[in-house]
């Protein structure tokens, strides 16, 4: 069976990967890599003991994966059929749950295969793949996987990885889904488009949010949500009982988005408001205004690039929420979000209570989320558990 290679990793990452991270990366070994994408090895420490298997690749995160700790375990339909088992298991609760009909049914290495996540959309299955190496697999990942979630009956996928040939979305076989494809997440329905370009119209890893946001936060408040995109979080506010949104995003077709997802949800669109602009320039015109907001939801993306101005979340979240605090209410509640991997929960912590001291203002923290139950991230791994979100109220 194995003709794998051995190949050599430091003793320091060796180390790592015993401890349970998953990721390799240039540091990993000693020397250069060569290899064929995908290629599946064995990796030795400097003694030549056998540490795991891992999968070579190069990605946006690192160069390859560990896949398993078990000599003999071949990186094979069998193995995958075994993951898309336990992962299935895992979930038996919200497949059970009416109410939510759009999750994620599979997240790369929490769930045992590294580098490809899969999402369900009501009944089709979205998958993305994270590397070129483990696009190799792809026919016998979706055999695998057919056999363990047969009620799937589209699927979809996600280039996301550097390719001149490959398009960011394709539809890959099974029945189409309609466009828009409703779903529901704890009631609420979204408008989602499985075939444009990356992203579907709802962010998945922030279902617990926008439920807190809904069950206990909404209601009766005027809500800000500033980069708001298909405005979700708006809409949850909304059915929340929220007495009016302003949803803000510099992107054209955030208007039509948004004003679908309050349609489908019979809010009439012409209650709220949404403004097609960047945030930056909103605060100084909510300023001017002296608009005081109850609910600000901060959920930027890592890096933004506007004519005016260049955003990184990591240099700049801070500053954003003290502008932030300026246009909001007495005891207003902010929900602070970033995904940026690179940015470390209690770095993010204290960017955010500093923003409040540097206002004078006192601040309470009343929730923490990290990534939902389905998505689940390797406790030991550095990048996967990228998820952070506090919901803090201003005080006195
Ligand atoms: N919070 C959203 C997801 C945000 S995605 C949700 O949970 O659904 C990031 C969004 O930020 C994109 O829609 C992008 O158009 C928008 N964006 C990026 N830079 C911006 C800026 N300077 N002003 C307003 N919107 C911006």
Redesign the pocket.
Known sequence: MSTRRAISVTQKSASFIRKGDPLLVKESFPKELHFEEGEVVSLVDPQGQFVANAYLAIQNKGLGWIYSYHKEEAFDQTFFIQQFHTALARRQALLDDEMTTAFRLFNAEGDGIPGVTIDLYDSYAVFSWYSKGVYRYQAELIEAFKQVFPFVTGIYEKNRYQSDDQAASDFVEGQQAPEPLYVKENGVMYATYLDEGW?T???LD?RH??QAIMERYASGKSVL?????????SVAAAMGGAAHTTS????N??LEKTKEQFVVNGIDPDTQLIRV??????IQYAKRKSLAFDLI?V???SF???K??T?SVVKDYSKMVEDLIDISADDAIFVC?SNAANYKRDKFKADIEKAFKNKEVGCRILEEHRLPEDFPAPAASQTSQYLKVFIIQKTK
């Open positions: 992203m119209g709802i962010f922030q949010v926008r949500n500033t980069f708001s995109y298909t405005g979700a979080f803000v995003d510099v992107a077709r955030s602009m960047d945030v930056f320039d909103y939801v959920d930027p993306p933004a690039r506007t005016k101005r955003f979000s």
